[in-house]
Every structure is written in C-alpha cells, then in structure tokens.
C-alpha cells in the first residue's frame, strides 16, 4: 500500500502531464517537428514572400569593371546590397520601358552606421569621430565607396580614436604625446587592422614618469 503522500505525488504528476500533453497541441504548430526541431509550415511562407535581392553575382554581371575594383578593396566583404539596396526590382525594370535606379547613399551619416567610432567594434576596425573627423564634408568627397583607400594617412591619432582622445584630454596624460607609450608604425595609419600600435606591457613603463614627477618636485 503506497503512503498517501506518495499518492498525491503521482496525482500531481499525472495532472501536470495531461495538461503538458493539451497545451502542447494547443499552442505547437502541428508541423513542428516534421524536418527537425522546426515549424516546416515556415519554409513555404518563407518561400512565399517576394524575393527582394538579387546578391552580388547579378551585380557582377553588369558591373563587372565596378566588381573588380571592389575585390581588391577594403570593402570587399560588403554586399553590394548592403548600400545600394534590394536590386531585384531594378534589374526586373530592364525588361519595361523604365530603368529603376539603385540607391546610392551620398549623406555623410550612411558611412558612419559602419565606421562612426564604437568602443564595442573590433580592435583595428577602420573608425572615426564624425565630430573631429571632416566635419560636414560628405565621405565620397574623399573615399570612392568601391575602393575606399584614404587619400592622406591621418596625421594625428584623434581623426580616428576620437572617444579615447576626448577622455585624455581631461586627464592627467592630457599633454603626454600618444606615440610616448604606443609605438605606433607609419603602416599603422593606413592599414589598422594589420599593423596595431604597442602597448605598455610592465609596471616599469609607467613608473619611469611617476618616479621622475616625484624627482621634480623633490628637487
């Protein structure tokens, strides 16, 4: 004979699985399941909806002169849809009477979405500070989108560490010069991802300043 609390356990246990059982029919898609831990039903509504993008290859096709320069660039992971927008319904348009036209970003805030400074972004990855870098000036005044090299190496590290040079500025390293503790290669200016400056890596770089502020004031 099984103890009463053992009975109120397996009553409990049987009510939570029926109602596992109904809410479960209820709510999951009956074709859950059917290709895997998936809703099948999802592949034809997906299949069902207008196809918007056309992807590099069609792009290619045409513009293959454009293509080859990208592949060479800096940009040559970016889609071209990326910027330029959904191309299937302007290479769609070539079979009416009037050529629908691609976007073509021109407004200097387009580039920032990618290389406006962001403490989050990868170490290395190009970035600047809207404010400080060539303010008002449009982006492609300077950078073809396609072949995005920059025309003149930043001469000073606040063109592009724009956050980090703000918070130095009101620091006690205001007036230390960036390249005292990084050493900072030419090739690092035109190429950040590659080439990254150095970092302090001993107690015995930073001590050098402090021990000759005391020595000073001592003296």
């Not at 080859?68 to 990326?82: F, G, I, Q």
């Amino acid at each position: 004979m099984l103890p009463d609390q053992i009975k109120r356990l397996l009553v409990v246990a049987i009510l939570i699985t029926i109602g596992f059982i109904h809410v479960r029919k209820i709510f999951i898609p009956k074709s859950f399941g059917e290709i895997g831990h998936y809703r099948a039903d999802a592949v034809t509504e997906i299949m069902s909806h207008d196809i918007s993008y056309a992807g590099n290859q069609a792009c290619d096709d045409c513009h293959d002169d454009v293509s080859d320069e990208k592949r060479n660039s800096y940009h040559r992971m970016v889609n071209c849809e990326s910027c330029h927008g959904p191309a299937v319904s302007h290479i769609n348009s070539f079979e009416t009477d009037e050529i629908e036209l691609p976007s073509a970003p021109r407004d200097r805030g387009y580039c920032t979405l990618c290389h406006g400074y962001d403490p989050a972004k990868p170490t290395g990855f190009p970035q600047i500070d809207p404010i400080a870098h060539n303010p008002v000036k449009p982006c492609i005044s300077c950078h073809d989108p396609h072949v995005p090299d920059p025309p003149n190496v930043p001469s000073e590290c606040s063109a592009c560490h724009g956050n980090i040079a703000r918070t130095k500025a009101l620091s006690p390293h205001a007036l230390l010069n960036c390249i005292q503790c990084h050493e900072t290669p030419d090739q690092h200016k035109s190429n950040p991802r590659a080439i990254r400056p150095s970092k302090p890596q001993s107690r015995d770089e930073c001590a050098v300043c402090q021990i000759s502020n005391k020595l000073r004031k001592l003296y």
